[in-house]
């Protein structure tokens, strides 16, 4: 059974499109994040939410919503995408948040998004 | 601004061989995490470090925290093909909800 899932994969769209992409984990987690790698394989955390509380909110534009339905599952909605958006895209769990202390995080397996 | 600087960035070595990857920052953390990410795949846990002067070891891998907790390095001795993929540091400040991860070192091991 796969721990933290994203789907789709791949997404390949055009610029001013508006896409979604969907997580969901099945470890029990009460918090969940999504992370944005660049093209560089630099990793940085977009939102973070704690028992469906969103808690970590960094320098993201508004074009980008994460909803959390229930602790199991967050998504990501993209509005009016650009060419900078095209990225891999990761959820991630873990038990508790990282206040100082060492959460053990999981990630799912990405998605690639292309906007051309 | 990256809070932690991995070098070297791209290491290629051959079987065998040994390595060492750097991990540091001028922030202190709480606890400081390394990361294995195989292409197509998220990132993977492989050790967390919380102690000052700490030191891990994984089969041939060796993780170490500074004793100020400031840097971190991870040692990989006869590296083997299975070795290869993008290594990872992270850390957890006191005050901070986040973990804040370094660039990456890309690691090739050539058989």
């Known amino acids: 059974d796969t721990a933290v899932s994203q789907t789709p994969k791949y997404l390949v769209t055009q610029m001013g499109n508006d896409k979604s992409i969907k997580c969901e984990q099945n470890?029990?987690?009460?918090?969940m994040y999504w992370y944005k790698q660049d093209s560089k394989k630099f990793l940085k955390i977009m939102f973070s939410?704690?028992?469906?509380?969103?808690?970590i909110n960094e320098t993201v534009p508004n074009r980008f919503s994460p909803k959390s339905p229930d602790k199991a599952h967050l998504n990501l909605h993209i509005n009016s995408l650009e060419l900078g958006d095209s990225a891999v895209y990761f959820c991630?769990?873990?038990?508790?948040?990282?206040?100082?202390?060492?959460?053990?995080?999981?990630f799912g397996p990405g998605t690639r998004l292309t906007v051309t | 601004t990256q809070l932690l600087e991995q070098s070297p960035q791209f290491l290629s070595i051959q079987e065998g061989e040994n390595l060492t990857v750097y991990c540091n920052s001028s922030?202190?953390?709480?606890?400081l995490q390394w990361y294995r990410q195989e292409p197509g795949e998220g990132p993977v846990l492989l050790v967390t470090?919380?102690?000052?002067?700490e030191v891990k070891k994984l089969k041939r891998l060796t993780f170490q925290f500074g004793d100020a907790r400031k840097d971190s390095s991870l040692h990989i001795t006869a590296a083997q093909p299975g070795d290869t993929g993008l290594y990872l540091c992270?850390?957890?400040?006191?005050?901070?909800?986040?973990?804040?991860f370094g660039a990456g070192t890309t690691v090739t091991v050539r058989a």
């Open positions: 991630a769990s873990s038990q508790g948040l990282a206040v100082g202390g060492p959460v053990e995080q999981y």
């Open positions: 470890l029990g987690h009460d918090t």
């Open positions: 939410y704690n028992n469906k509380e969103l808690i």
């Open positions: 922030s202190v953390f709480s606890s």
């Open positions: 470090v919380v102690t000052g002067g």
């Open positions: 992270a850390g957890a400040r006191s005050n901070d909800y986040k973990l804040s």
